[in-house]
Nanobody, 116 residues
Framework: QVQLVESGGGLVQPGGSLRLSCIAS????????MGWYRQAPGKERDLVAT???????NYADSVKGRFTISADNAKNTVYLQMRSLKPADTAVYYC??????????WGQGTQVTVSS
């Protein structure tokens, strides 16, 4: 089974930046898109951004203009560049491989904390 491993989380001050990475351990069959999701304490896991194989992107309204999702298919890696971070962005961020007609893969998550 392919594993997704996130990295790049940490503690950052409001207004700061972080770049998250998600590396897949191998090629993912039947994949249609990759996505970043986040879950704050006591809340549901929500969509942050997705990117299709063709490069089309979609963002949650709360992160538009601040976050950028990108992918390096040769490296089996998807990134999330986060700028102008706010305390409300504090959450565990998860990587997801969205597949056609098959179970999606999820990473284990990486903590992002925005605090002064």
């Amino acid at each position: 089974q392919v594993q997704l491993v996130e990295s790049g989380g940490g503690l950052v001050q409001p207004g700061g930046s972080l770049r998250l990475s998600c590396i897949a351990s191998g090629s993912i069959p039947r994949i249609s898109a990759m996505g970043w999701y986040r879950q704050a304490p006591g809340k549901e896991r929500d969509l942050v951004a997705t990117i299709t194989l063709g490069g089309s992107t979609n963002y949650a309204d709360s992160v538009k203009g601040r976050f950028t999702i990108s992918a390096d298919n040769a490296k089996n890696t998807v990134y999330l560049q986060m700028r102008s971070l706010k305390p409300a962005d504090t959450a565990v961020y998860y990587c997801r491989a969205i597949r056609n007609g098959a179970r999606d893969y999820w990473g284990q998550g990486t903590q992002v904390t925005v605090s002064s």
